[in-house]
């Protein structure tokens, strides 16, 4: 009998960002989590009215996830605002995986530790 992997959500909600958000995706990828074959895990990059080239950098990192066995998707919004991005991620992405939000963690904030 096979066991059903649970299936995960990570929401990273950023605005120009280039400059930080292929370093926190590595390190996120790095994360012993993935390596776990119990979760089906899907990163959700939310590019919120950037400037610059955030999302272009965060899709760079998809083969990394990939080798990990997760999803890595980049939603570019071009009009910005946090609520649309938060509004993106929980009511759209999370429902059209059926997920439930009672166990949720979205971050606003790309902090890496060097």
């Given at each position: 009998m096979q066991t059903q992997q649970v299936r995960l959500a990570i929401c990273i909600l950023?605005?120009?960002?280039?400059?930080n958000i292929g370093k926190t995706l590595t390190h996120l990828a790095e994360q012993s989590l993935f390596a776990d074959r119990s979760y089906a895990i899907e990163v959700h990059v939310v590019a919120n009215g950037?400037?610059?080239?955030?999302?272009?950098?965060a899709a760079d990192r998809g083969k990394t996830f990939a080798a990990r066995n997760a999803i890595l998707n980049v939603h570019d919004i071009r009009q910005g605002g946090k609520s649309r991005a938060w509004n993106l991620a929980v009511h759209e992405l999370l429902r059209a995986m059926n997920l439930s939000s009672s166990w949720m963690r979205i971050s606003n904030s790309l902090t890496v530790a060097s």
């Open positions: 950023a605005r120009n960002e280039a400059k950037c400037t610059d080239n955030t999302a272009l950098e």
